[in-house]
C-alpha cells in the first residue's frame, strides 16, 4: 500500500530535548517536505527536498533542521525544542513537487513541548 | 507575499444542499496550482481537486467543482448533494515558486441531517 509514515504520532517533550521526529515514504517519491499546522493559521511549510542530498527552507525554517540521506526518509529534527514548536505536524510526499500530481500526506504527528 | 485567504472560518449546510466555500489568492506567478484538500477529524489530509491556473476548464471531481476565476484570482470550492461525511476542515492551497506551497486558514463545514 503505498504511504507515508510519521513517528512517532505523539510525543510529550521538554523544553531543549533534542527529538526527531521521522517520515517514510515507499513510493520512490523525488518531493518530500514538512508543514506544521496551527489553529487560526493553517498549515505552513517547514522545510522540502526536491531529492537526496537536497533541501531548501520553507516559510518557517526557524528551529527546525533536516537531513535527506535516503530518497525514501526525510526527519525533521528540533534540536532544542521550545514552547512554541508545540504543534501538529505533517510530512508529504510527491513524485516531482506539484506539478506532477498530488502530495501524499502522513497522518500527522502531534508534538507537545512543556 | 504569497497569500491564500480563506474569509469563511465556518459554514453550514443542510444534508443534500450544495454549498460553496470561498477562497482568494495572491501570486504574481504565471504557472501555479491550486488545490483544496480536506480535513475531518482524523487530521488526514486528503486532496479534494486540483487545478492548474493554465487550464480554463474547472476542475470536477464527482460532487466537488470548483469556480476558478483567473484574473480575479479566486477559487471556490462547491459541494453539491452534500453528506454528512463532509463534514470537515477545509484547506485550500496555491504554490508558489514552483516548489513551495501555501495554505489558506481553513474553513469548518458543518452538516446537518
Known amino acids: 500500500e503505498a504511504q507515508v509514515t510519521q513517528n512517532p504520532r505523539y510525543l510529550i517533550t521538554v523544553t531543549g530535548k533534542k527529538l526527531t521526529v521521522t517520515c517514510s515514504q515507499n513510493?520512490?517519491?523525488?518531493?518530500m517536505s514538512w508543514y506544521r499546522q496551527d489553529p487560526g493559521l493553517g498549515l505552513r511549510q517547514i522545510y522540502y527536498?526536491?531529492?537526496?542530498?537536497?533541501?531548501d527552507k520553507g516559510d518557517v525554517p526557524e528551529g527546525y533542521k533536516v537531513s535527506r540521506k535516503e530518497k525514501r526518509n526525510f526527519p525533521l529534527i528540533l534540536e532544542s525544542p521550545s514552547p512554541n514548536q508545540t504543534s501538529l505536524y505533517f510530512c508529504?510526499?510527491?513524485?516531482?513537487?506539484?506539478?506532477?500530481?498530488?502530495?501524499?500526506f502522513g497522518p500527522g504527528t502531534r508534538l507537545l513541548v512543556l | 507575499a504569497q497569500t491564500v485567504t480563506q474569509s469563511q472560518p465556518e459554514m453550514s449546510v443542510q444534508e443534500a444542499e450544495t454549498v460553496t466555500l470561498s477562497c482568494t489568492y495572491d501570486?504574481?506567478?504565471?504557472?501555479?496550482?491550486l488545490f483544496w484538500y480536506k480535513q475531518p477529524p482524523s487530521r488526514q489530509m486528503i486532496l479534494v481537486i486540483r487545478q492548474e491556473a493554465y487550464k480554463q476548464q474547472n476542475a470536477t471531481e464527482n460532487r466537488f467543482s470548483v469556480n476558478f476565476q483567473k484574473a480575479a484570482k479566486s477559487f471556490s470550492l462547491k459541494i453539491s448533494d452534500s453528506q454528512l461525511g463532509d463534514a470537515a476542515m477545509y484547506f485550500c492551497?496555491?504554490?508558489?515558486?514552483?516548489?513551495?506551497?501555501?495554505f489558506g486558514t481553513g474553513t469548518r463545514l458543518q452538516v446537518f441531517p
Open positions: 492551497a496555491c504554490t508558489y515558486n514552483t516548489d513551495k506551497l501555501i
Open positions: 513510493m520512490n517519491h523525488e518531493y
Open positions: 527536498s526536491m531529492n537526496v542530498e537536497v533541501t
Open positions: 501570486t504574481s506567478e504565471s504557472d501555479y496550482y
Open positions: 508529504a510526499s510527491s513524485s516531482a513537487g506539484f506539478s506532477e500530481e498530488t502530495q501524499y
